[in-house]
C-alpha cells in the first residue's frame, strides 16, 4: 500500500492505495464521485476521460500512485466553468446525448476541442472525438453541439477559458516540466484537510440565487419564549442539538463547523462557514450560511429564518423555521425528493427534542447526538409512515 497525495477539484485529497489501483477506481470507490464512468477499462471508449493537470486523459489506465502531486478535474469539478456550461445546454438543444453513458468523457473531450481549437470545423471536431465512443446517439447531435459553442466562442458570446496548464510527456507520467500551482500541493496541509474551508463575506447565504430546496417547518417547546431566545444565542450549546453537527469555532457572529450526513453508501461531511444575525426586539434571526462536501465536491449555501411566539398562555415557544437552500453538485439529486421535507420535519423533531432536553438541564443522551445524520434509517421510517398512511386510506375507500 502507498500513499498518495492530490488534488481533487481543487480540494486536497491522501489516500493509502495499492499500487495497481486506477484513478478511476480511487474516485468512484472512495471518493464518490462516479460521474467519472466505466466501460472498457482498457483505454479505448473514452467514458473515464478527466483533467489531470488540464488535460484529457483516460482514468482506467492511469494509476493512481503516479498522480502524486496532480491536479485532478472530473465532471462534477467542472459545475461552475462557462465553457462547460455552454456544452451543456447545447448538448440538450442538440440533442448530444440519449443513454448518457458517454457523456461524462464527452463533455470533457469537447470542453478541450472549444478551449484549444476555437478554429475547429466539423471535420477537426469528428477527429478529436474520435477517441470517444458513443453507442446510442450517432455523433450527429454530439458534433453539432459542440460546433454551436464553438460558434459562440468566435462570436465572443463566450468568454475562452483561462490558459490550460501543460505538460510534456505522457499526461499522469508525472515526467513533464512544472506547472503553476500543479506540482506544489502541500501534502501536510492535506493531511489536516478537516480544517473548514475559507469562504468570504458573499459566499454565505443564496445572495440573490434561486433555492433548489424549501423547507418550513415549526415545533414547540415546553419553556418561555424569552429562555428559549437567551439559550438560541449559545451556539456552543445549541449546535449539538442539531444531529450530525460538530461546531469547530465561534469567533463574534461567525461559525466554523460540519454537518455529517450517511445515506446507505453515500457519506457527506460539509464544512462550512455561517454568520448568524439576531434581531432582539422582534426575537427572530437568520442564519447565512455555506459549505463544501470534500468527497463529492457537493456545494451548499443556505438562508435560515426563525422565529418564536409564545404558546400556551407563555408556557411553552413555537419556533417557525424557513430553510431556504441551493445545494450543487453530485448530492443535489436528493434535494429534489418530495420526501425530502418529511426527512427535514424528522430531524426538526430531533432537534426540538434535544433543545428541549439542554433547556431543561437534562444529561439524557440526545438524539443522534453523535456521528452523522443517519439518513438511510430515517428515510426508512418516512418511508414506512407514507406507505402505512396510504393503505390506510386505501382500506377506507374499500369500506365504504
Ligand atoms: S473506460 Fe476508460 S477508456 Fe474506456
Ligand atoms: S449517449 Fe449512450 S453511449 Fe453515448
Redesign the pocket.
Known amino acids: 500500500m502507498r500513499a498518495v497525495g492530490l488534488t481533487v477539484n481543487g480540494i486536497p485529497v491522501i489516500e493509502t492505495v495499492e499500487p495497481r489501483m486506477h484513478l ?1 477506481d480511487l474516485l468512484r470507490e472512495r471518493l464518490g464521485l462516479t460521474g467519472t464512468h ?11 476521460t478527466l483533467l489531470i493537470d488540464g488535460q484529457p486523459a ?4 492511469t494509476y493512481a500512485v503516479l498522480c502524486e502531486g496532480a491536479q485532478i478535474t472530473t465532471i462534477e469539478g467542472l459545475e461552475d466553468d462557462p465553457v462547460m456550461a455552454a456544452l451543456r445546454q447545447a448538448f440538450t438543444a442538440e440533442h448530444g446525448l440519449q443513454c448518457g453513458f458517454c457523456t461524462p468523457g464527452m463533455l470533457i473531450t469537447a470542453r478541450d476541442i472549444v478551449s484549444r481549437l476555437p478554429a475547429a470545423d466539423e471535420r477537426r471536431v469528428r477527429l478529436e472525438l474520435s477517441g470517444n465512443l458513443c453507442r446510442c446517439t450517432g455523433y450527429v447531435g454530439i458534433v453539432r453541439a459542440i460546433r454551436r459553442v464553438l460558434e459562440q466562442r468566435r462570436a465572443g458570446a463566450l468568454a475562452a477559458s483561462a490558459a490550460e496548464p501543460r505538460r510534456l510527456g505522457p499526461v499522469g507520467s508525472r515526467h513533464g516540466g512544472p506547472v503553476t500551482g500543479a506540482a506544489s500541493v502541500p501534502l501536510v496541509a492535506a493531511i489536516g484537510d478537516d480544517a473548514p474551508p475559507a469562504f468570504g463575506e458573499g459566499d454565505l447565504g443564496l445572495a440573490g440565487k434561486k433555492p433548489n430546496i424549501e423547507i418550513r417547518q415549526s415545533f414547540v417547546i415546553a419553556r418561555p419564549r424569552r429562555e428559549v431566545w437567551y439559550f438560541l444565542a449559545e451556539v456552543e450549546r445549541v449546535v449539538p442539538c442539531m444531529p450530525g453537527a460538530t461546531l469547530s469555532s465561534s469567533r463574534g457572529d461567525r461559525l466554523q463547523g460540519q454537518l455529517a450526513i450517511k445515506l446507505g453508501p453515500i457519506a457527506a461531511a460539509f464544512n462550512g462557514e455561517a454568520r448568524v444575525i439576531r434581531d432582539e426586539a422582534m426575537q427572530r434571526g437568520m442564519i447565512l450560511g455555506a459549505g463544501r462536501d470534500r468527497f463529492s465536491a457537493s456545494r451548499a449555501s443556505a438562508e435560515i429564518e426563525y422565529e418564536l411566539s409564545a404558546e400556551q398562555g407563555g408556557a411553552a415557544t413555537r419556533v417557525d423555521i424557513t430553510v431556504r437552500a441551493l445545494l450543487l453538485g453530485p448530492l443535489a439529486q436528493f434535494g429534489r425528493s418530495a420526501i425530502v421535507s418529511d426527512l427535514a420535519a424528522r430531524i426538526s423533531d430531533m432537534f426540538a427534542r434535544n433543545l428541549e432536553r439542554r433547556l431543561a438541564g437534562s444529561s439524557d443522551a440526545m438524539d443522534e447526538a453523535t456521528g452523522p445524520i443517519q439518513a438511510g434509517s430515517l428515510l426508512r421510517a418516512v418511508i414506512v409512515a407514507r406507505v402505512k398512511k396510504m393503505l390506510a386510506r386505501l382500506w377506507g375507500k374499500s369500506r365504504r
Open positions: 478511476a466505466l466501460r472498457c477499462e482498457q483505454g479505448a471508449c473514452g467514458a473515464c483516460r482514468s482506467c489506465i
